[in-house]
């Protein structure tokens, strides 16, 4: 069983016993505002950073204590993030729907929902805790099930991070003609990271969609890197989260230090 696997067997377990009835989550539905127009936070015309509250990692256990994820949101949006990013897996990345609320209620810029979405009532989840994007695993998903989830949450009013980390993943992307494609250069079934998925991959998408580099971004000459590649947004979790201060380490990402 690959780490993927494993970690959507937690995550359905998880899943299974926070499940409210149909009515409860519509109604909590109700009761949200509508999503932001992440489309339009993403599109700007400099590099887009999504940065992400981030406890922990599979590979690397704990990441950095983080106490008032609130805070840590509010410190990204001040340094420029085009979004946030909130982890809600619970036993492999320390997340919760509790920090996702915390975010939600903090900033004005649109919230990633990260988690494993394998399940419907996820996405009904993901809108009634504020989020405005979702993300959308190609290697976890069968074809039908991407392009279901890609309607559902559009329908939801939500944007989807489609995320791929092969030719081949790309490839099935494609089809559902998404607006925001994430490269992954960490393997999900085996947790390696390695960059020159960026360069491989992100060159073949169209340059309408909005292209986000994702994961092992640390320093300037990697985002110059990714940059190079041809994305247009970086998604960037444990180098903000352990830096101490993810002002300074954002601005110098942007090349703004
Ligand atoms: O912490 P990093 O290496 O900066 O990576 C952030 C983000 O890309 C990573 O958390 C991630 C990308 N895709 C995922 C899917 C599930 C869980 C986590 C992820």
Same mark, same amino acid.
């Given at each position: 069983m690959s780490v993927l696997d494993s970690i959507i067997e937690g995550v359905r377990e998880d899943l299974a016993a926070r499940r409210l009835p149909l009515v409860q989550i519509h109604k909590r539905m109700e009761q949200t505002a509508p999503a932001l127009d992440a489309h339009e936070f993403l599109s700007r015309d400099e590099m887009n950073v999504i940065a992400e509250v981030k406890r922990s990692s599979p590979s690397k256990g704990v990441l950095a204590s983080i106490t008032d994820p609130a805070a840590l949101a509010e410190q990204y949006q001040e340094a420029g993030a085009a979004a946030v990013s909130v982890l809600t897996? @619970? @036993? @492999?990345? $320390? $997340?919760s729907l509790e920090d996702l609320d915390a975010v939600r209620k903090r900033v004005s810029i649109p919230v990633l929902r990260k988690d494993f979405m394998v399940d419907e009532y996820q996405f009904l989840e993901a809108r009634a805790h504020g989020a405005d994007i979702v993300l959308l695993i190609v290697a976890a998903l069968s074809k039908s099930q991407l392009r279901d989830f890609y309607d559902l949450a559009t329908e939801l009013g939500m944007a989807s991070l489609i995320e791929v980390h092969t030719a081949q993943e790309l490839e099935g992307a494609m089809d559902i003609e998404p607006r925001i494609i994430g490269v992954n250069s960490r393997n999900l079934k085996t947790l390696d990271v390695d960059s020159a998925a960026f360069a491989d991959l992100i060159p073949r998408i169209p340059s309408d969609v909005i292209r986000v580099a994702e994961s092992g971004i640390a320093t300037r000459s990697d985002v110059e890197f990714a940059q190079k590649a041809g994305a247009t947004a970086i998604l960037v979790g444990e180098s903000l989260v352990k830096s101490g201060d993810p002002i300074s380490a954002m601005q110098e990402l942007i090349g703004r230090r």
């Open positions: 897996e @619970r @036993r @492999r990345f $320390g $997340g």
